[in-house]
Nanobody, 124 residues
């Protein structure tokens, strides 16, 4: 079992930056593929970014490419999502997710562990 806890959400203005963190506990974190997803009211959960177990491969949704950066620190059992140039359409609950095998995957159903989510609100 892996427990995930997100933090860093909040209310910001359009154009601002925000850094989300996800702290993992439980089983060995370093072997897990990690991802960030988000869900806006009335919409399905969507993939935002993912990072391989080694940290050498990252994948981004087209909507955030060039603005968001995912990173991991296995020594601290954390992953981060640096979000720059935020837009009102980035408003959502952001979730951290983990899968123990394979590559970065953009489908939520392929992740086994989830955090409780952190709210990000961007006002225009």
């Amino acid at each position: 079992q892996v427990q995930l806890v997100e933090s860093g959400g909040g209310l910001v203005q359009a154009g601002d930056s925000l850094r989300l963190s996800c702290a993992a506990s439980g089983r060995t974190f370093s072997g897990y593929v990690m991802g960030w997803f988000r869900q806006a009211p009335g919409k399905e959960r969507e993939f935002v970014a993912g990072i391989s177990w080694s940290g050498t491969s990252t994948v981004y949704a087209d909507s955030v490419k060039g603005r968001f950066t995912i990173s991991r620190d296995d020594a601290k059992n954390t992953i981060n999502l640096q979000m720059n140039s935020l837009k009102s359409e980035d408003t959502a609950v952001y979730y951290c997710a983990a899968r123990p095998i394979g590559r970065v995957n953009i489908y939520a159903r392929n992740y086994d562990y989830w955090g409780q989510g952190t709210q990000v609100t961007v006002s225009s």
